[in-house]
């Protein structure tokens, strides 16, 4: 435009095309940026087509130059709509399982932490069962936090006829940790028997079903100030199944993913069972897999070099994704994390691209 204006009004035209030139070397780099603005402006809208809010305009970029995709499981790769399966006995028996049903009521109604899936999922549970009555005869006396590293969670309750006791719920290996008994007819929790409890949580496990063990210790003479110590010599009484199926959709976007040369990978804190029996059902492979406490265990130099095949990571805490996260960074890719857990919050904003669900 500035050529032919040029060339027109002042007839010289090899002048003309010499401003030109200049004119569009000084332009360049000043309209560079919109231009870049204009493209990311476009993608977002896009993506907004797709139901998609993006919150940095600057992430579309990375979006795009993608070639990691990290993902957690629950509640991204599965349905997120947990339903309690079913509660049985430490000896693997349904005889009086409503006991288990109870203490883990009381545990999940009567904690002020922020309730997960699977709390829900009890709680709906007692209450198409009309079972939500129990509660009015207790009352609250203290609780214990969940926390990432401990996996699990205890409230203190007192009857009407002043009978304490602590209900702990969590991961089956966390609880085995703290129980001395268990009810196999009372027996003491012997090295044999606690073989017994993690075979019947695997078999459970193997079916994609995710198992938290329920443990109690009555008649506490402590008043108050109850903390993680009072955790121990507990009572395991049974376990609770739940079923968090994958999304219909799931195994086709990984496959359209592996297309498009981008690499997934699981990074939960699940344990390792129930991850593999989920990674199998969506199409992802399950011979190179790391659990938390192997990664621990692994210098800087040898986890830099497993996390390179390593497709499948279990029992991770929110420190080891991030950690996991920056060392793929740190090998030259462009890293996303979808995620939508209280504990992926560190790690979505680690990633170059943090994706959150819901």
């Known amino acids: ?29 000043e309209m560079l940026p919109m231009i870049v603005t204009a493209n990311l402006s476009k993608g977002a809208i896009t993506m907004s087509k797709k139901k998609t809010i ?5 992430a579309i970029q990375n979006f795009g130059a993608m070639d990691i995709l990290c993902t957690d499981k629950t509640g991204t790769l599965t349905c997120d709509k947990i339903v309690l399966e079913k509660y049985i006995n430490a000896d693997g028996s349904d005889d009086n399982s409503k006991r288990i049903l109870r203490h883990a009521y009381f545990n999940s109604y009567f904690q002020t932490g922020l309730r997960n899936l699977m709390d829900k999922a009890i709680l709906s549970h007692v209450r198409e069962l009309n079972l939500e009555h129990l509660k009015d005869d207790y009352t609250k006396v203290d609780e214990i936090p969940f926390d990432f590293t401990r996996r699990r969670m205890s409230v203190v309750i007192e009857d009407r006829q002043g009978k304490r006791q602590i209900i702990t719920k969590g991961a089956v290996e966390e609880i085995l940790d703290v129980c001395s008994y268990a009810e196999f007819n009372g027996h003491p929790l012997t090295d044999a028997l606690k073989t017994k409890a993690q075979k019947i949580s695997e078999e459970m496990n193997r079916q994609g079903m995710r198992v938290l063990a329920v443990s109690q210790k009555s008649f506490i003479e402590k008043d108050c100030n109850f903390a993680i110590e009072d955790e121990k010599e507990m009572v395991l009484i049974g376990y609770l199944a739940f079923l968090d199926p994958p999304k219909p959709s799931v195994a086709e976007a990984i496959e359209q993913l592996y297309a498009h040369g981008v690499v997934v990978k699981i990074l939960s804190g699940d344990n390792d069972i129930v991850v593999k029996a989920i990674a199998r059902q969506v199409g992802i492979d399950t011979s190179h897999s790391l659990s938390g406490l192997e990664v621990e265990e692994m210098d800087d130099t040898a986890l830099k070099e497993a996390v390179k095949n390593t497709t499948l990571f279990s029992k991770l805490t929110p420190f080891q994704k991030t950690y996991i996260i920056s060392l793929l960074q740190e090998q030259g890719n462009t890293v ?14 680690r990633a170059d691209i943090g994706i959150a669900m819901g």
């Open 54 to 58: 993006v919150k940095n305009l600057n």
């Open 1 to 29: 435009f500035v050529f032919f204006v040029n060339g027109f009004t002042k007839g010289d035209w090899f002048e003309a095309f010499i401003f030109a030139i200049s004119v569009a070397v000084g332009l360049t780099p």
């Open 336 to 349: 996303g994390f979808l995620g939508d857990g209280i504990n992926d919050a560190p790690v979505l904003s």
